[in-house]
C-alpha cells in the first residue's frame, strides 16, 4: 500500500534522507566546487545601516558529533571601551558547513535567555555556508553584563554520509544613534504610492525596536530548562507542559512574555496532520496525526493567561529540499517569536513570593522545543509598585471538527477561534495607569487526501490580532499613553504528490507550497504616530524523483521559486524581490527607498 502517508516517512523525512545521499552529479542540479552560498529573504536590522561603534567577535564554535552532548558555552563581557548603553545591537552568525548534513535547529542562550533560534541547511557534500543578522537590542540589559554565559545548543551528527561539521562564528555588533548612516542604493525603484513612507525614511533612522520593546526592558528572566540540554523545554504533548518558579521585583511596572517555539520530527508539519484514527482504519504506520491544530498557551499559577499561535516554518529539508535552495523558508534562519503582554496580571506576582509560570502546546504530539524570556521594566524610584486584575476574560478555545472520512481519500476541516480580555491597573511613581489586553485568534485548515492517500492538499489560514491600551488618568505624565494593535497573518497552502516508481522505494513527487508572513503594527503614542509592515510571500514549486538504487541515491529536479518581501517601518523601506529557478537566481532585486538619491533632496 502507497498512500502519501504510508510513504509519509517518503514524503517528509526519508526525502530528506534521499537526499543526504545525493552526491553525484545530477543533470539539473550540477555539483558546487566551492560550499553552496544560501540565504534567507529578509530586511537588514535597521541598524546595518550604520557603522557599529565596536564589534565583539567570539570564538569560533565547531559542531560535529554533538548529539546528545551538553551545549558549547563560553563566557560573554561587552568590549572595554564600549560598555552601553547602545541605541542598538546585531548579533551576527557566519555559519559553514564542510560536508553532507541535514537540517538541524540551533538555539543561542545569554544567561539562560534565548537570543535567537535558527535552523541550518540540508548541504550537499560541497558544503554550505550563510549569515544570519538580527537585532538583539531588546536583550540590552544582558548585554551590558560581564561575564555571563552565552550557550550554542546544535546537535548534529557525524558520520561516514553525514560529513559536514559545522562552524559557528557568532559576533555582536554595537551600534550609537550619532554614528553617520551608511545607506547604500541598489538599485532604484521608486514609486508614487511610496510618497508617504518616504517621508518618515528621510528623517534621521530611529533604532528603536518594535513596539513591545521600544526601550529595552531592565530585566529579563528565562522561563526556560535548567541548560544541560540546552535551555528549552522538549514538549511531548499537551499534558507534558512545562513550568518554572521565578520572583519578580516587586517595582515591576511592565511584563511582556517573549515566546520562542520550533515544531520538530512528527509534528514538524503539524498543519497537514490528520487525526490519528486516519491512520490507524488505513492500517497505515505513519505518527504524524494528531489533526492539525496547534496553540502555544501561558500559565501563571495555573491561571490561563495567553496564548500565541506559531508561524508554520519549513526547514529546508521540507518536502524537496530543493526547494529551499539558495533561498531558505521565511523565517528558517531567524524564527519568528511571539509576545504575551503580561502588564495586566502583575497584580499577582508582586508579592515577592515565587510564581510559576508554564508553557504548554495544545494538542501536540513529539516534539516541540519551547522556552520564553520575561521581560520586566521596574520603577527606579520606587520599591513596590501596586497592581491589580480588573478584567479577566477568557472563555475556552473553540474548536470545530469536521472530519468526511472516506477510507484513503478523506477530507478533514478544522476551525478554531479565540477572543480573550485582560485589563488592569499599575500604580507606579510615573502614576496610576491602566493596561487593557485583547486578543483575537482565527485558525481555518482543510487538509484533503486524493488519489488514494498520494496527493496531499492542506490549506491553512491563521490570523491573529492583538490590542494593546493603556490609559493614564487624567492627571498623570500624558507619555505615558499608548495603543498599539498587532495583526499577523499566516496562510499555507502545500500540495504534495508522492507516486511510486517501478523498482523499489524509488518514486517521484511534485510539491508546491505558497507560504506568507505578514504583520501589521500600528502605534499610537502621545507624541507620535507610526505604522509597521512586514509581508513576504513565497511561492515554491518543483518535483524530485529517485532513479535506480537507494545507494546510489541520485535525484533528479526541478524547483521554482518566487518570493517577495516589504519591510516598512521607522527605519526602513525595504523591498527585496526573488525569482529562482531549478536552484539558479534569475532575479535579486533589493530596492532600498530609503536610500532613494530622490529622498535626499526633500
Ligand atoms: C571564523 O573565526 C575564525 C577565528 O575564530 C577565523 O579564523 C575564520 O576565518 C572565521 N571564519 C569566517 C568564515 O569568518
Ligand atoms: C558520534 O556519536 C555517536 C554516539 O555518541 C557514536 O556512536 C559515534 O561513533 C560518533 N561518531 C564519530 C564520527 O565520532
Ligand atoms: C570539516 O571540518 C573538520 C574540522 O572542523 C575536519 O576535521 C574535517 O576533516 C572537515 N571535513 C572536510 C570534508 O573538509
Ligand atoms: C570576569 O572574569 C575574569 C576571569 O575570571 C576576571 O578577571 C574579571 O575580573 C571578571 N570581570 C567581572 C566584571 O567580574
Ligand atoms: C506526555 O509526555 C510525557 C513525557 O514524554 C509522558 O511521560 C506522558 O506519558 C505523555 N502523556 C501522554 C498522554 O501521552
Ligand atoms: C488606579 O486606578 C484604578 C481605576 O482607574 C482604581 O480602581 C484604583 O483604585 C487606582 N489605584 C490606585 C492605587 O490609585
Known amino acids: 500500500m502507497t ?27 550540477p555539483p558546487h566546487a566551492s560550499p553552496k552560498e544560501y540565504f534567507e529573504v529578509a530586511a537588514p536590522p535597521p541598524a546595518a545601516a550604520q557603522f557599529p561603534s565596536c564589534a565583539l567577535h567570539l ?8 548529539t ?120 532604484d525603484g521608486v514609486g508614487g504610492r511610496d510618497a508617504q513612507f518616504d517621508t518618515i525614511a528621510s528623517k534621521r533612522p530611529r533604532m528603536k525596536s518594535q513596539f513591545f520593546y521600544e526601550d529595552p526592558a531592565d530585566l529579563v528572566i528565562p522561563i526556560a530548562d535548567s541548560g544541560v540540554n540546552g535551555f528549552w523545554f522538549k514538549i511531548e504533548n499537551q499534558s507534558n507542559s512545562r513550568a518554572k518558579g521565578i520572583q519578580i521585583p516587586r517595582n515591576t511596572y511592565k511584563a511582556v512574555l517573549e515566546i520562542y517555539a520550533s515544531a520538530h520530527e512528527d509534528d514538524e ?3 497537514t496532520n490528520p487525526p490519528t484514527f486516519y491512520y490507524k482504519t488505513n492500517n497505515l ?55 504575551l503582554e503580561l502588564t495586566p496580571f502583575l497584580g499577582q506576582l508582586l508579592d515577592g513570593e515565587t510564581h510559576f509560570f508554564r508553557i504548554g502546546v495544545a494538542d501536540s504530539i513529539p516534539y516541540w522545543l519551547v522556552n520564553a524570556n520575561l521581560h520586566l ?18 472563555p475556552d478555545l473553540d474548536v470545530q471538527r469536521d472530519n468526511q472520512y472516506r477510507k ?62 493603556v490609559v493614564p488618568p487624567r492627571e498623570a ?43 501589521k503594527v500600528e502605534v499610537e503614542l502621545e507624541q507620535e504616530n507610526y505604522q509597521s509592515t512586514v509581508f513576504n510571500s513565497q511561492d515554491s514549486r518543483g518535483s524530485l524523483r529517485s532513479r535506480g538504487d537507494e545507494k546510489q541515491g541520485i535525484l533528479y529536479g526541478s524547483s521554482h521559486v518566487r518570493q517577495s518581501l516589504r519591510v516598512r517601518d521607522r527605519n526602513r523601506c525595504y523591498s527585496q524581490t526573488l525569482s529562482v529557478d531549478d536552484g539558479v537566481i534569475d532575479e535579486n532585486q533589493v530596492v532600498d527607498l530609503c536610500a532613494s538619491p530622490r529622498l535626499e533632496s526633500i
Open 3 to 29: 498512500s502519501i502517508m504510508h510513504m509519509c516517512c517518503s514524503i517528509f523525512s526519508s526525502l530528506l534522507l534521499f537526499f543526504s545521499f545525493f552526491t553525484s552529479a545530477s543533470p539539473i542540479f
Open 59 to 66: 570564538p569560533q564554535q565547531e559542531f560535529a558529533n554533538t
Open 68 to 187: 546528545g552532548a551538553p551545549p558549547a558555552t563560553i563566557l560573554y563581557t561587552p568590549p572595554d571601551d564600549c560598555s552601553g548603553p547602545w541605541s542598538s545591537v546585531v548579533l551576527e552568525l557566519v555559519v559553514s558547513c564542510n560536508g553532507t548534513q541535514r537540517h538541524r535547529i540551533a538555539g543561542i542562550w545569554l544567561a539562560g535567555v534565548e537570543i535567537l533560534r535558527s535552523s541550518t541547511v540540508q548541504a550537499t557534500k560541497a558544503g554550505a555556508s550563510w549569515k544570519v543578522q538580527k537585532d538583539v537590542t531588546k536583550y540590552s540589559s544582558l548585554l551590558q553584563l560581564s561575564n555571563v554565559t552565552l550557550t550554542f545548543m546544535l546537535e548534529n551528527t557525524v558520520n561516514d554520509v553525514l560529513t559536514g561539521v559545522l562552524h559557528v562564528n557568532a559576533s555582536l555588533l554595537y551600534y550609537n544613534d550619532g554614528d553617520e548612516p551608511n545607506f547604500v542604493a541598489v538599485s
Open 269 to 271: 508539519f503539524w498543519y
Open 285 to 339: 504506520k505513519s505518527k504524524r496525526g494528531n489533526g492539525c491544530f496547534r496553540e502555544i498557551f501561558t500559565t501563571i499559577d495555573d491561571l490561563y493567561v495567553g496564548s500565541v499561535s506559531p508561524f508554520p516554518v519549513l526547514y529546508t529539508g521540507a518536502l524537496n529540499p530543493l526547494l529551499w535552495s539558495p533561498a531558505v523558508g521565511i523565517g528558517a534562519f531567524d524564527l519568528p517569536t511571539y509576545d
Open 377 to 394: 521594566w521596574l520603577d527606579s524610584s520606587s520599591d513596590v509598585v501596586e497592581a491589580k486584575t480588573v478584567v479577566y476574560r477568557a
Open 408 to 469: 484513503l481519500n478523506s477530507v478533514f476541516k478544522v476551525a478554531s477561534s479565540r477572543q480573550i480580555e485582560f485589563s488592569g491597573f499599575v500604580s507606579s511613581s510615573m502614576g496610576n495607569s491602566t493596561t487593557h489586553v485583547t486578543y483575537q485568534f482565527q485558525f481555518q485548515n482543510v487538509i484533503e487526501f486524493q488519489k488514494k492517500g498520494r496527493l496531499l492538499d492542506a490549506e491553512v489560514f491563521i490570523k491573529s490580532r492583538t490590542d494593546v491600551r
Open 477 to 519: 505624565q500624558l507619555d505615558l499613553k499608548s495603543q498599539a494593535t498587532i495583526v499577523r497573518k499566516y496562510p499555507i497552502h502545500v500540495r504534495a504528490m508522492i507516486t511510486p516508481g517501478s523498482a523499489f522505494d524509488s518514486y517521484s513527487s511534485k510539491s508546491e507550497v505558497t507560504h506568507e508572513f505578514e504583520e
